[in-house]
């Protein structure tokens, strides 16, 4: 069977998200450029740098016509960027060097068997952005991403995400991931700028939860 990943292209039925993201601020996000600049900072070591697309969300690794790897996100949704960056965080160093990672995505449409493969590999990427979400001082759901397809259950893949979170707080992020929550913690939350590095230990709430 072949394997199935969200990876940069979730994004492509991203609209469970980005649409309530939307309503709660009026689409107009002054946070996207602080963002941008914070993530091209924090791994300019890595030749990588946060884009914001009009469109599909993609990633491109340096070639002949780009210097640099870029991570693009969609829309200029703040949780769209937080989340192809956390897909980035897991990606390895083989992986980088390819187009959205070498993974081929299977669209939105997905039956039941289909969305049970695509949900095991978005738990890891989903607790990852969860956290960003938090260390942001925002508020968090998860993306089934499957509009058009079987109904997803929600209530258990937030359970499996939370799991995964707790996991990570208690054992230990992936240093890239580390890394880019002590930076949105120092920037954006008063309590990251008092405590920053902090951010390894703690109780996770399921369903949506704020910072």
């Known amino acids: 069977m072949q394997s199935i990943t969200?990876?940069?292209h979730s994004e492509k039925s991203y609209s469970e998200k980005s649409h309530s993201e939307k309503a709660l601020r009026n689409d107009e996000d002054l946070d996207?450029?602080?963002?941008?600049?914070?993530?091209?900072?924090?791994?300019?070591?890595?030749?990588?740098?946060?884009?914001?697309g009009d469109d599909e969300?993609?990633?491109?690794?340096?070639?002949?016509?780009c210097s640099y790897?870029?991570?693009?996100?969609?829309?200029?949704?703040?949780?769209?960027?937080?989340?192809?960056?956390a897909h980035w965080c897991i990606a390895?160093?083989?992986?980088?060097?390819?187009?959205?990672?070498?993974?081929?995505?299977?669209p939105d449409g997905r039956d039941e068997q289909q969305q049970s493969d695509f949900e095991k590999v978005e738990i890891k990427p989903q607790a990852i952005e969860w956290a960003f979400t938090e260390a942001a001082g925002r508020k968090?759901?998860?993306s089934t991403d499957n509009l058009n397809g079987a109904e997803p259950d929600r209530e258990g893949f937030t359970r499996n995400v939370a799991a995964q979170l707790a996991f990570y707080k208690q054992n230990g992020f992936p240093p890239r991931a580390q890394r880019f929550i002590t930076a949105l913690s120092e920037t954006f939350t008063k309590e990251g700028k008092a405590n920053a590095g902090s951010?390894?230990?703690?109780?996770?709430?399921?369903?949506?939860?704020?910072?």
């Open 6 to 8: 969200s990876n940069s």
């Open 32 to 52: 996207v450029p602080v963002l941008i600049a914070l993530f091209n900072d924090t791994f300019k070591d890595l030749n990588t740098r946060l884009v914001l």
């Open 57 to 65: 969300p993609i990633y491109l690794p340096a070639d002949t016509t």
């Open 69 to 85: 790897h870029r991570i693009v996100f969609a829309h200029g949704f703040f949780s769209s960027a937080l989340h192809e960056i």
């Open 92 to 106: 390895g160093k083989e992986r980088r060097l390819l187009e959205d990672y070498g993974y081929w995505y299977c």
């Open 140 to 142: 968090f759901q998860v």
């Open 199 to 211: 951010f390894n230990t703690g109780t996770v709430n399921a369903g949506v939860t704020a910072a």
